[in-house]
């Protein structure tokens, strides 16, 4: 079932984002059948749409074939009830090849991650960008992240090339930047938060108009990420003020112990609950056993914050 631009944009405009794992086997080989039951879990808790093989999902890590059977399962599994997203990116030809598969298996949007590893400048990240949007008919959200962002003069450009740019999803957490940006363009796009834990400046997004981000603690408290963010959208502080204070502060401190834990963390999380997905691939590491009576700790006061 293909959707419409304006049922996409409405999804990304208001609501929970979320971004599922990717399920791994014991042998560190794509799980396609607890994947399929992650989908579906997925959905029926309520979310606005569903962004697979993201950078919560590992994309980084993920072969051509295993990208296929995720884009052809989530097709298959949510079947036009929310829209569905999945990453682009790497070289240009790699980013394509992939919208075409993407394309075929019926996604919805495509997610243009940042270019891989190299520093460049920012004629050349729009090149990049522009290339890759102008070689697929799906629209197109850019993660303005790591070695990829552009400033806001640039993300217009890129907008006006590009009709099929529908939204930006942030990854620096600059609001000053960010709010420049979104008074500069207005509602030419959409703006989605997208940095790790985004539910930690959700107040500072929402306070310019940024009224969705991506959570992927959702990944395994997800009545609890729902139940935060229909409290922010109240305007319930008190609430709001208590989660963030008793649940993301302690998991971003947890999740600041190492390098790539904003991933690692969450397949623990799943684990802890019962719905493995398997381990991270390498170069990420698993939490130690300490860390992971930390996260249960954690994750143990999702009832009490739910009343």
């Known amino acids: 079932m293909e ?6 944009e409405n999804a990304l405009r208001d609501g929970l984002l979320s971004f599922p794992i990717t399920d791994m086997d014991e042998n560190g080989q794509f799980n396609a059948v607890t994947f399929a039951d992650r989908l579906e879990w997925f959905v029926s808790h309520e979310v606005s749409a569903v962004f697979v093989a993201g950078g ?11 990208y296929k059977q995720i884009v052809g399962i989530t097709s298959k599994i949510v079947n036009g009830r929310v829209p569905t997203v999945s990453s682009v990116g790497r070289s240009i030809p790699e980013a394509i090849e992939f919208a075409k598969i993407a394309e075929e298996a ?28 102008q070689n697929t008919k799906l629209p197109v959200i850019y993660y303005n992240r790591g070695n990829g962002v552009l400033s806001g003069e640039q993300i217009k450009k890129l907008a006006d090339l590009c009709p099929n ?9 600059n609001i000053e930047e960010l709010n420049v940006t979104i008074k500069s363009i207005g509602s030419r796009l959409v703006y989605i938060g997208g940095v790790p834990t985004a539910e930690i400046i959700s107040e500072a997004y929402l306070s310019i108009g940024v009224n969705t981000y991506s959570s992927a603690v959702f990944n395994f408290v997800p009545k609890l990420a729902n139940h935060f963010y229909k ?4 305007g319930d502080t008190e609430k709001v003020n208590r989660i963030i204070k008793e649940f993301f502060v302690p998991f971003i401190r947890l999740r600041s112990k190492n390098q790539g834990y ?21 170069p990420l590491i698993m939490p130690s056993a ?18």
């Open 231 to 234: 409290s922010l959208r109240a």
């Open 290 to 307: 300490e860390e992971l009576l930390e996260l249960q700790k954690i994750i143990d006061k999702e009832e009490e914050l739910l009343n």
């Open 262 to 282: 904003s991933v690692s963390l969450i397949k623990a999380g799943c684990q802890l609950i019962g719905k493995s997905a398997g381990d991270v691939r390498a």
């Open 106 to 133: 019926g996604i919805d949007a495509l997610l243009l991650m940042p270019p891989y590893l190299t520093e460049c400048p920012q004629s050349g990240i729009v090149e990049y960008a522009k290339t890759i949007m």
């Open 3 to 8: 959707l419409s631009y304006t049922r996409i």
């Open 165 to 173: 740019f529908i939204a930006l999803k942030d990854g620096t957490g």
């Open 56 to 66: 919560t999902g590992e994309f980084f890590s993920l072969s051509k074939e295993e």
